[in-house]
């Protein structure tokens, strides 16, 4: 449980796990580069959360947080709304 909450399925993984098929110096090239920008985002994210955020009050971190709570359920709408694209699916076997 832990593991599969600490390293989430996702497309970064499955690039490290190919290069790790390599050669495993490939594949740690490719995660701790992987690790480096993930890193560099949350001192920005920090950084940015310190300065600008707590500087102008609750008020508008809140319509902040409102803000990008609505972005993100627009966004699941429109997933949800989407139609698979014409010429076949990822789901349907190709003809002869």
Request: a positive charge; zero cysteines.
């Amino acid at each position: 449980m832990g593991y599969s909450l600490a390293v989430p399925p996702g497309p970064m993984n499955a690039l490290i796990a190919s290069w790790a098929l390599k050669s495993l110096k490939h594949g740690t090239a490719v995660g701790a580069g992987a690790m480096t920008a993930d890193f560099i985002f949350m001192l920005i994210t920090l950084a940015f959360y310190q300065e600008v955020l707590a500087a102008v009050g609750s008020r508008y971190t809140a319509i902040i947080y409102f803000a990008g709570s609505f972005f993100l359920l627009y966004i699941a709408y429109r997933i949800a709304v989407s139609r698979s694209p014409e010429g076949g699916g990822a789901g349907r076997p190709r003809g002869p």
